[in-house]
C-alpha cells in the first residue's frame, strides 16, 4: 500500500508561483512508477497536468508547458510541481496519483490541495 499527501497550495495572484509537494510513504516501488499531478476546476473535469516516470521521463499538459515544472526526489519519496506564471484559468483542486505498472497495477490518490488564482 502508498500514501500520498500534497501540499502547498493556497491563494496566489496571477503572474505569481506555488510550489506543490507530494509525499509518498508505503511500500513504494524503485521502478515501473509513474507520478501525476492533476487538476479539477468547478464544473470541469479531472485533467492530468504533469506525470514523471521512475526513470525521469515527464510529461506536460498543452496548457501548463513551459510553466510548470514536474520533479522527483526519489531519496525522499517526494514529488514536486513548481507553478510559476500562474493564470486564473489554474484556479482548482490538484492531486498527486502514484501508478504502478507491471503484472500487477497499482493507483493511488492524495487528498488534494487547493489553488486558487486571483486575477
Known amino acids: 500500500q502508498v500514501h500520498v499527501v500534497e501540499s502547498g497550495g493556497g491563494l496566489v495572484q496571477a503572474g505569481g508561483s506555488l510550489r506543490l509537494s507530494c509525499a509518498a510513504s508505503?511500500?513504494?516501488?524503485?521502478?515501473?512508477?509513474?507520478m501525476g499531478w492533476y487538476r479539477q476546476a468547478p464544473g470541469k473535469q479531472r485533467e492530468l497536468v504533469a506525470q514523471i516516470t521512475s526513470g525521469g521521463s515527464t510529461t506536460y499538459a498543452d496548457s501548463v508547458k513551459g510553466r510548470f515544472t514536474i520533479s522527483r526526489d526519489n531519496a525522499k519519496n517526494m514529488v514536486y510541481l513548481q507553478m510559476s506564471s500562474l493564470k486564473p484559468e489554474d484556479t482548482a483542486v490538484f492531486y498527486c496519483?502514484?501508478?504502478?505498472?507491471?503484472?500487477?497495477?497499482?493507483?493511488?490518490w492524495g487528498q488534494g490541495t487547493q489553488v486558487t488564482v486571483s486575477s
Open positions: 496519483n502514484y501508478r504502478r505498472w507491471g503484472l500487477y497495477e497499482y493507483s493511488t
Open positions: 508505503g511500500s513504494i516501488a524503485s521502478i515501473d512508477v509513474v
